[in-house]
């Protein structure tokens, strides 16, 4: 079989290694030059383990090339971004799959199937993309098929996963649905679960959803406890020994490109009925500037200058800083409130983050922990030595306690 996929970013590119790798013919296609260079020269440009290995065997298989125009093949996968829009709703600006899909429309055989992986907001299969294939001449279901398929992949986990979780298949019709299923039949393991197109949207949707809600409800316990002084972090890990209950975990906000930006997709569209998917949004988007109101409170308290900061990723163990509540919150502590700072990240390159750990510690009188890479849950007190006081404000729960240490973490704020 041979297959287009469009969009070589964190779904697009492990999706095309992984069809090459199980024996199919694979085209990536990227309007990104560079990207499509450092493919053709074998190196992966996001972090993702084991993405690397698995590029070195697509291409020495011969079974995978990238380049950035699109060809004629069976089947063709769209997953290019989809960012929200700048309007009032923050809806699901569709330009780069409409952009996608328009490019593979001229290269469109009967028999093909034509697949969308990207976030999409609920009904845009049907009602946008639908029509652009139609109106180029093909009835779908009969001489092509259409497939929403949403990627639900973990960064970090995305090989793994790719492989092992269920899969929607979202067809426009049942015959659809039956191609969609043939076509991840190659290498899924779970279950192909059959569904509609706009059923597929909105239950993808809906899952970073009940995410971004329950993350909100953890972020208002966390100030509950603060405004009533109880230890709001132990009070999550009694209540999630109840059998029904999972309280997710407070932090300094939510960032990627996945809870921040798909709840919007639903609300935009609906609106009036959706109260408590636009409140947990606003909850979760002030998060980093609840941190930073702490954070100056706790800065006048110790009467501190300098703050390393560790992380600026969305999340641990990634190098992605898109809508990264850590980044908002350094803008807020440099800009805005002019603290001296240092900052440490060792997943990202960048000419304002220091290279070495113990450099931006020196003289600092204040660690404040905004990602849980790894590398920080191993930090020890002899490796603080250098800063000026040792108080570390801990936002993700990853500090031991140490009396050596002044340890603030989200469970007592009110310590501060
Ligand atoms: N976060 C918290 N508290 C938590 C869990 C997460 O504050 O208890 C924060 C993280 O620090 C991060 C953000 O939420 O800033 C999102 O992280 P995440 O690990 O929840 O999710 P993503 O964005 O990396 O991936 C999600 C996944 N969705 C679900 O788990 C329902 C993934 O399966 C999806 O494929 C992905 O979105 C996507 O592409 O949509």
Redesign the pocket.
């Known amino acids: 079989m041979k297959i287009v996929t469009i969009g070589l970013g964190y779904i697009g590119l492990p999706t095309a290694i992984m069809f090459a790798n199980y024996g199919q013919q694979v085209i990536g296609v990227d309007v990104q030059l560079e990207v499509v260079n450092s493919l053709q020269e074998g190196q992966v440009h996001i972090e993702e383990p084991g993405l690397q290995e698995a590029l070195t065997r697509a291409i020495t298989s011969g079974n995978f090339k990238a380049q950035t125009q699109v060809e004629q093949a069976d089947v063709f996968i769209v997953a290019v971004p989809t960012p929200n829009k700048e309007d009032r709703y923050k809806s699901c600006d569709l330009m780069y799959v409409i952009s996608a899909v328009n490019s593979l429309i001229p290269y469109l055989e009967k028999g093909n199937t034509v697949i969308v992986e990207s ?1 999409i907001a609920p009904r845009t299969t049907e009602d946008i993309i639908l029509p652009l294939i139609e109106e180029a001449g093909f009835k779908v279901g009969e001489d092509l098929f259409l497939v929403h398929c949403p ?5 970090g986990e995305i090989l793994q996963e790719l492989r092992y979780n269920n899969r929607i298949i979202g067809g426009v019709t049942e015959a659809c649905t039956k191609s969609g299923k043939e076509i991840y039949g190659i290498f899924v393991k779970g279950e192909l679960i059959s569904s509609s197109a706009s059923a597929a949207e909105l239950s993808k949707l809906m ?2 959803t ?2 971004d809600v329950n ?1 909100a409800l ?1 972020n208002e316990l966390a100030k509950i406890g603060d405004a009533l002084a109880i230890d709001s972090l132990e009070v999550i890990e009694m209540a999630n020994k109840h059998p029904r209950v999972n309280i ?2 407070p ?1 300094p ?4 490109h ?2 921040a930006v ?1 709840p919007y997709f639903i609300s935009s569209m609906a609106p009036t009925v959706t109260p408590l998917i636009q409140q947990a949004r606003e909850i979760n988007s002030t998060m980093p500037a609840f941190i930073v109101e702490k954070v100056e409170e706790l800065m006048e308290k110790i009467d501190g200058k300098k703050i390393t900061v560790l992380g600026v990723t ?2 641990g163990n990634v190098d992605d800083i898109r809508e990264s ?1 850590a980044l908002e919150i350094v803008d807020l502590l440099k800009e805005k409130r002019g603290y001296e700072l240092s900052i440490f990240d060792p997943h990202v390159e960048k000419e304002w983050i220091e290279k070495e750990f113990k450099q931006s510690v020196v003289d600092s009188d204040l660690l404040l922990v905004l990602t849980d890479h790894d590398e920080f849950k191993t930090i020890d007190v002899d490796q603080l030595t250098l800063m000026r006081q040792k108080v570390v404000f801990d936002t993700k729960n990853i500090f031991e306690k140490k009396p050596e240490i002044k340890l603030i973490s989200l469970g007592n704020l009110s310590s501060i």
């Open positions: 976030t990627e639900r992949v973990l960064p899952e970073n009940y995410r993350i953890a997710h975990s932090g906000g939510v960032g990627g996945c809870l798909d969305y999340k509540p």
